[in-house]
């Protein structure tokens, strides 16, 4: 039977559409023939010659493939297939976008659930992209290496001149390497500031393929030092900020560190050193004789490009070879290695491309991008959940499709417009998600916090502040759309298609589809529920880990603390007159009003570490395996009470401690432990190898542990020196207030402007603020995993809410004959929890094996708490089982309500 | 003796919009019309006929629907769309002022 056109136009049955067109051109020929035969044969023609004549005006006397008639009619088909194939996917829009109209509701939750999967990732994906994937900014970025000395157990270690030029000259791989140390310099002037420079030997452009924008690069002969002509490359910021953009800045001085420095060019805007700080490049040969002359000191990083071609495992074996015989030539320190301990020295090369950011970020971004995908994958789960609800709604509207003979790929399509249109949707919203949450990672930029702390500068043009929502990122959210879109919709269409025309009319094939429905869904939700304990498991791990983290006792009190830097160009005071000066200053401060004491230090607690040497001891054999490395740390005397750091044995440091009397060190427990394992540290006399004190000092006493390093670091072996003893330029200054520490900066800056005028005063910062830094990290991971965690919770219960309420909906009718056999209705709401409870238990074993399995790769990311910390597994099953209640409870009650005569009459 | 066939190949769509633009016409009646008004001196071919009512329909300018004949068959007719009407209105003025520019020149060729 033919269905009237209008029918078939309604339930959208394709056309033959090749053959009808055909067959309709073959019909009117045959006539046009016809007509013009009978004309022929009006005018006496033969049958025959008015035949051949007609059938040569119509040009088919020729094979018809190769007829121009029939060859227009094919294009006229392909026309007409091309646009009834756009009209069909512009209807397939229309019909799904009126649908999905009909219930906002439903278009609502499954909008918001693809926007936040989606949006979430793409935000993450543009950190990962900016931090670990964008190519650096330098020629041919992959020849870059970065270069380190590595001890026998794998510490690693920076170079000294010395070290470098035995390895560049035994390295046959590199067509370039270059040294290089960030510093902080003062540059002079009329608002004196403290900046970060670059020492850099002379190839250090040439080695990362920059050009200067104005000027020359430094010469061969920079690197003949020491104390070789003070020349410097300055930034572009500074270029416009201190000579305001002059053109004609080449040839004239800039100040830094007290050296007036000749200007030889001006750096790229879009460059500042791989530190991507730098206001100036200097050459090292410029700088003083220590640091070229001594080939045990461990100053500059070292950076090479490889020659093309060059393997990374040809780098690797000539680099350990090089860095030994660095090593073989100059020991670690100039007496105290045998040759058999230098041989286990080496050097190792690894691209400059993995050394981009800080491990500790390069570890979370991966972890947030794992956990921000399952939350995808959670969202695309709860889709298909929904879609496969609405699937079964429509089994009746989709069965009398199939029924009037529509195709099974034409119904598949059109339930594939409606996941499409949504994704879309949801996409779009994406977008708007993504960028707020691009702007939330830039303010979190857990990357900033560690360099704050010293930590890991990492490679410029590959940090938080470089997170941009370009067309790689959108690019990624229209490739997670479309796959979204697709695959979850696909699932459903196909199962909502799947059964037989009967199955869709009769009753029990109605129960048999909507029973396979409801299988699928159920195993959908149990997938939910374990990826969501997967995910609560790795947030719960990390808040456990970041609560731990807040109490772990620094070594000192923090509270009312205002802490300021500042330097003295070097060379600008005497040694003899800095003690006056520091006491001027102290003095000064302490009348600030609101300040209650004043301490002098050169490095900070938790400032990612600082100063360091080797300590030896007269008394005993010298150690070649194991050194005593040891942190060195200047202090005024009153730092200790300043910071309540207590005393543990000994005593403090006395006014008699002072230039000209016997040097005194203080040591840390760690180090009375470490280093005096089995007698009493006090009296022992000790060399440290800075400050003078490699002469020999005597320790006076132990004092508790401050962890100078990072806050989850163990508390590492320490020194301490008088600042009556022995004097630094670089100074900070404690400050402990009865008031709110900020409000005092102003007058402190004012004080020390007062004291030294040339001083710059910089990185003011209450030391809570500093703690505070110190766990900015661990706070970004976990506050970042713990909004997945409960965006993945949210959705499963909405996931298992969804299922339950279908369930009910589904048995209504049984839910009413059990009630009409007096069931009660506790037993029918423990019926349906108890449905619940069964999806989130199969769930919730599989969530927790993988959980277990999984969150090993958040070992390094977790301060003091195991993995498989049962505490945490226990809380989060607890919160899985307590949202499935919330989720079944509802359906429950609903279950429940039901009347049983209404439910036999439905 | 009727024209050239190269002569038609730039005129034909003109022609044949001419003739639908009384009332719609199968392709034969198209002809028929074409030859009837020129008095037998364009004779179009067939095949072309079709192809250019192809590439019309492409264009919009003409539309075809099944409709009967007297003789009770069915066929297909032509009739000029509103698109088709200001082609031919355009086209026309144009073919006009053709003839007219290359009568000039015959003339002024004698």
């Known amino acids: ?906 | 003796m009727p024209a050239a066939p190269s002569l038609l190949k730039g005129t034909l769509d003109v022609l044949v919009l001419k003739a639908l633009a009384r009332e719609p016409m199968h392709g034969f009646e198209i002809t028929v019309w074409i030859e009837a008004h020129s008095e037998g001196f364009l004779a179009v071919d067939d095949g072309a006929l079709y192809q250019a009512l192809h590439r019309m329909e492409a264009r919009s300018l003409v539309r075809a629907e099944w409709g009967i004949t007297d003789n009770n068959r069915r066929a297909r007719y032509y009739s000029m769309t509103p698109e088709g009407r200001r082609h031919l209105r355009r086209a026309a003025a144009d073919l006009v002022r053709y003839a007219h520019a290359v009568v000039a020149i015959l003339a002024e060729g004698r």
């Open chain 1, 1 to 906: 039977m033919r269905l009237p056109r209008g029918v078939r136009r309604l339930f959208r049955l394709d056309v033959r559409r090749k053959e009808f067109i055909r067959d309709a051109l073959d019909e009117e020929l045959r006539f046009h023939l016809d007509a013009r035969i009978a004309q022929l044969l009006d005018r006496g023609l033969s049958p025959t010659a008015a035949r051949d004549e007609a059938m040569r005006r119509l040009g088919s006397s020729v094979d018809p493939s190769h007829n121009p008639v029939h060859r227009s009619a094919q294009r006229k088909e392909q026309r007409m297939a091309f646009r009834e194939s756009i009209d069909g996917v512009i209807q397939d829009v229309r019909y799904a976008a009126r649908g999905l109209a009909k219930r906002p509701a439903f278009t609502l939750v499954a909008v918001m659930t693809l926007a936040i999967g989606i949006g979430a990732n793409t935000a993450i994906f543009s950190a990962v992209n900016a931090v670990l994937l964008r190519t650096l900014p330098y020629r041919d970025p992959a020849q870059l290496t970065d270069i380190v000395l590595t001890a026998p157990k794998g510490v690693e270690f920076p170079w000294s001149w010395q070290k470098f030029e035995v390895f560049r000259d035994a390295s046959r791989n590199y067509s370039s390497m270059a040294l290089h140390l960030t510093q902080q310099a003062t540059l002079s002037g009329p608002n004196p500031e403290r900046a970060p420079i670059e020492w850099v030997s002379a190839a250090y452009l040439h080695t990362l393929g920059v050009g200067v924008a104005m000027g020359h690069d430094f010469d061969a002969d920079e690197d003949a030092g020491p104390n070789a002509p003070k020349r410097a490359l300055i930034s572009d910021a500074l270029w416009q900020r201190r000579f305001s953009a002059d053109p004609a800045v080449v040839g004239k001085t800039v100040r830094i560190d007290g050296d007036d420095c000749e200007v030889i060019g001006v750096l790229p805007p879009t460059f500042r050193g791989l530190s991507g700080t730098a206001e100036a490049l200097l050459p090292i040969g410029a700088g003083d004789s220590a640091s070229m002359t001594q080939p045990w000191s461990l100053e500059y990083d070292l950076v090479g490009r490889l020659k093309p071609g060059v393997t990374a495992a040809q780098a690797t074996a000539e680099a350990a070879r090089a860095g030994t015989l660095a090593f073989d030539r100059y020991p670690f320190t100039k007496d105290m290695l045998t040759t058999a301990d230098a041989a286990k020295w080496s050097a190792t090369a690894r691209s400059l491309n993995s050394v981009r950011a800080a491990p500790v970020v390069q570890r979370s971004l991966l972890v947030l991008f794992a956990a921000v995908g399952m939350v995808l994958l959670i969202a695309c789960v709860n889709l298909a959940n929904l879609l496969l609800g609405r699937a079964a709604t429509r089994r009746q509207e989709i069965g009398v499709r199939l029924a009037i003979g529509a195709g099974r790929g034409r119904l598949v399509r059109l339930l594939l417009a409606e996941s499409l249109l949504l994704a879309a949707i949801g996409g779009v919203a994406s977008v708007t998600l993504a960028w707020w949450g691009v702007h939330l990672l830039q303010h979190l930029n857990p990357a900033d916090a560690l360099q704050a702390q010293g930590i890991g500068p990492g490679i410029a043009g590959s940090g938080f502040d470089a997170i941009r929502l370009d067309p790689v990122a959108l690019g990624f959210t229209f490739a997670v759309t479309l796959v979204a879109g697709v695959w979850f919709g696909l699932v459903p269409a196909l199962q909502a298609t799947r059964p037989s025309l009967t199955d869709h009319l009769r009753d029990s094939g109605a129960g048999r589809m909507s029973a396979r429905l409801g299988a699928t869904r159920r195993a959908l939700v149990i997938a939910e529920v374990a990826l969501a304990l997967v995910l609560l498991a790795g947030s719960g791990l990390m808040l456990r880990s970041l609560g731990r983290l807040m109490a772990v006792n620094p070594g000192f009190t923090s509270d009312h603390i205002l802490t300021i830097r500042t330097a003295f160009p070097p060379g600008a005071l005497s040694p003899d007159s800095l003690p006056g000066f520091y006491e001027r200053l102290q003095a000064r401060l302490a009348a600030v009003p609101g300040v209650t004491g004043v301490a002098l230090a050169d490095c900070p607690p938790l400032n990612g570490g600082c100063n360091g040497t080797i300590m030896t001891f007269p008394d005993r054999p010298q150690s070649v395996t194991g050194n005593a490395m040891i942190g060195v740390h200047w202090v005024s005397p009153n730092w200790f009470g300043a910071l309540h750091v207590p005393l543990i044995r000994g005593r403090m440091f006395a006014p008699g401690d002072a230039a000209g009397a016997p040097r005194v060190v203080l040591i840390n427990e760690a180090a009375a432990k470490q280093y005096f394992p089995h007698e009493d540290p006090i009296g022992k006399a000790v060399k440290i190898y800075q400050g003078g004190f490699d002469k020999g000092a005597t320790v006076i006493g132990i004092v508790g542990d401050v962890r100078f390093g990072t806050i989850d670091s163990v508390a590492r072996p320490d020194s301490y020196i008088s600042t009556g003893q022995s004097h630094v330029e670089r100074l900070v200054i404690f400050l402990r207030t009865s008031v709110d520490p900020a409000s005092v900066s102003s007058a402190a800056r004012r004080a020390i402007a007062e004291i030294a005028p040339g001083n710059p005063v910089y990185d003011i910062r209450t030391m809570a603020a500093r703690v505070g830094n110190a766990t900015a990290q661990a706070r970004f991971s976990a506050l970042l995993l713990a909004i997945f965690a409960a965006v993945a919770l949210a959705l499963a219960v909405m996931g298992i809410y969804g299922v339950m309420s279908f369930g009910v909906v589904q048995r209504t009718r049984e839910i009413g004959i059990r009630m009409a056999l007096g069931a009660e209705r506790g037993s029918v709401v423990g019926m349906v929890m108890a449905e619940g409870a069964r999806l989130a238990g199969v769930g919730g074993v599989i969530g927790v094996a993988a959980a277990l399995a999984l969150t090993r790769v958040l070992r390094s990311l977790l301060y003091d708490v195991a993995p498989s910390d049962p505490a945490t597994y226990a809380g989060v099953v607890l919160v899985v089982a307590a949202a499935v209640v919330v989720a079944s409870w509802i359906p429950a009650r609903r279950a429940a309500s039901v009347e049983p005569t209404e439910a036999l009459r439905s």
